[in-house]
């Protein structure tokens, strides 16, 4: 968008003059090392994202609508309590937080609900909602109603411009990924994810840069997910990746900020603060993601490997290890509980 920095300017920008969320190199190293050692396994991947039963398994037009879908009512799962959260069941097994949202979208999608279908969803009412989304808790999905706000508008646009599918966005951008996000973010209002900090307008994009980064994942660098510049999109900057990243001594918060965040502080949307520790979190997994690339390109220097040092670098990203540090968060969530999660209630992530 015009006049905003992008992630990654915003993330470098903020981290700079952030008084209250700070890089720890040491704890960026830890994190690298680790990533490092799971790429050399060879899993580390673009392929890691159709390993999860609930992601699609085709890499169609089908698939890539279900991902824009998903993409548009990924946000705030959180709850008030970890030991009490919006839960589905699906095929025995019980899911919570995005899983929830993919296990209810595949569950409405197995009842005969074309809730993948831009025709049916531009319309769709609220009781329909309720009945997709149903919570088998006591704990009812948040801010449905802003769900279905957000995907009656999408599938509005997509209807209207694009013949009812995601994957004419798609084509228009031309295999770009930053063309393809600032379709998103002119297309679709709900993805634009953008705060005024230090006299800057930032961008974040955490849900319009998941989209792409599933889109990819979900066709896995092919067809519909084939783009140039991939390595281009960042992580997605969310509540659970800080937390993650302040556990591996990545990032450390000021006193008085974890104080906050230790009362259960609901922060407001765009607020300082909450842009610092989202914004610093950025740019915390682009120098993760540098070291990386370092690691590859010295080990493939110093052993004479046939695969130039750029063609592998390029196999590590951003997207990979935001993926890699979300799967590890949820992994060891009882681990990582001591350290609290920044609550904020808004569309955004």
Known sequence: MEGVLSPRDAGRFISETSKDVFIEDGGVQKVANKIYEKSRTGEFNVKMWRKHELNPQ???????????????????????????????????????????????????????????????????????MKQMFRSDS???????????????????????????????????????????????????????????????????????????????????GQGLGEFTDINTITMFADYRIPQALVYFGALRYSDSLMEKLKQCHLFKSGEKLEVEIRGVSLWACELIRDSIAAKISAEISSTGQEKKPEEKVAEVNAILVDHYLWDLRREMADEMSPIPFHRCRGIYY
């Open 58 to 128: 085709t890499m169609d037009e089908d698939a890539v609508n279900w991902v824009f879908v998903s993409a548009v009512l990924n946000f705030s799962f959180w709850s008030e309590k970890e030991s009490n959260r919006f839960t589905v069941q699906y095929k025995d097994k019980s899911h919570t937080g995005y899983w929830a949202l993919c296990a209810a979208m595949n569950r409405a999608l197995d009842e005969g609900n074309k809730i993948t279908t831009a025709s049916y969803y531009s319309t769709v009412t609220m009781d329909q």
């Open 138 to 220: 006591e704990i009812e999905m948040p801010l449905l109603e802003e769900r279905q706000r957000v995907l009656v508008e999408a599938g509005g646009v997509l209807m209207k411009k694009y013949q009812g599918s995601f994957a004419n966005v798609i084509r228009e951008a031309d295999k770009s990924a930053q063309s393809l996000l600032r379709l998103v973010l002119q297309e679709f209002p709900s993805f634009r994810d953008v705060a005024d900090y230090g006299g800057k307008k930032v961008g974040l994009y955490k849900r319009a840069q998941i989209l792409i980064g599933d889109i990819w994942g979900c066709c896995e």
